[in-house]
């Protein structure tokens, strides 16, 4: 039951993240909340860190797209450069290298090198996100395809169909993203 919650309210949030709604924000919170749970009794302990991460980052997000939300509500994308989403990729990465090496040397940790970089990449993309880039869904969609797999693989079924249904609005969150950045979607002065 708690799984089947949980994956619920992730599949609302996301939705409406992908809509670039605000009320995403409080609703991704509660999914986290919920999914930390979840994780802790599979002893996939990065990702239940990572849902301790993603509150921080909802946190922030929520109070960021508030700022930047327009007069009728809408919020605009930011650009990111190459530079940016280099260095991002590569703290990603190493973050989730030695997440990996701590949760091999010192838990009971299933997959810790694959749970962690996964960990680290969906920082990235979670950060992204409350800074408006596009490239946010792009990482999501390639992150969510290894997730798939691996929550198959720990007997998550639930979860691994979540995942299927977050590629699909991952896409939905591209292409909306991507038209809301056109420069004929933009507000004129």
Not at 70 to 92: F, N, Q, V, Y
Request: aromatic fraction near 12%; include cysteine.
């Amino acid at each position: 039951m708690l799984e089947w919650s949980a994956a619920l309210c992730s599949i609302l949030g996301v939705w409406l993240m992908a809509q670039r709604r605000l009320v995403a924000w409080p609703v991704g919170l509660v999914s986290v909340a919920l999914y930390a749970l979840v994780f802790a009794e599979a002893k996939l302990y990065s990702d239940t860190l990572l849902q301790l991460a993603f509150a921080v980052f909802l946190t922030y997000g929520w109070i960021n797209w508030r700022r930047h939300a327009a007069d009728e509500g809408a919020i605009h994308i930011a650009p990111l450069s190459r530079g940016k989403l280099l260095r991002d990729l590569a703290i990603g990465l190493c973050g989730g290298l030695a997440l990996g090496a701590g949760m091999h040397l010192f838990t009971d940790a299933s997959l810790p090198w694959l749970d962690a970089v996964l960990t680290g990449l969906s920082l990235v993309a979670q950060w992204w996100q409350a800074r408006r880039h596009v490239a946010t869904w792009w990482l999501w969609i390639a992150v969510d395809v290894i997730y798939v797999g691996t929550y198959l693989f720990k007997s998550l079924h639930v979860t691994a169909a979540l995942y299927v249904l977050f590629l699909g609005l991952a896409v939905l969150g591209l292409r909306a993203w991507r038209a809301a950045a056109r420069p004929s979607a933009l507000p004129t002065s």
